[in-house]
């Protein structure tokens, strides 16, 4: 019962947070560290299986770099009303790269 018992608490605060804060585009890492979250209460009520600390430890680190992907996007999006701007910066950054590079050969 602990692993369902952790993933429905998990997910209730999950749903709470995005429904409170209109923020589902961004909170959906939260359902893969609901599973991360039962498996751990079974891992430490349980015997200490060592083995659970494998997918326990996967399926955290691809929660923590989906929620900062997708959080960091979220920010830049809204911050930078002109992503062809910011395009065409690292465009421009680039061929200076490529031309500096160039003449430091030459």
């Not at 560290?33 to 498996?39: D, E, M, N, Q, S």
């Not at 996007?73 to 701007?85: A, K, V």
């Amino acid at each position: 019962m602990l692993v369902p018992g952790g993933i429905v608490f998990t997910v209730g605060i999950i749903c709470q947070i995005a429904m409170l804060f209109d923020s589902w585009d961004v909170m959906w890492p939260g359902f893969i560290f609901a599973v991360a979250v039962g498996l751990f209460e079974l891992y430490w009520f349980g015997g200490r299986n060592k083995y659970l600390l494998i997918p326990i430890n996967i399926l955290t680190v691809l929660s923590i770099l989906f929620f900062a992907i997708f959080s960091l996007g979220s920010i830049l999006g809204s911050l930078s009303g002109g992503q062809p701007i910011i395009a065409a910066a690292l465009i421009i950054a680039g061929g200076l790269l490529m031309l500096m590079r160039n003449r430091q050969s030459v």
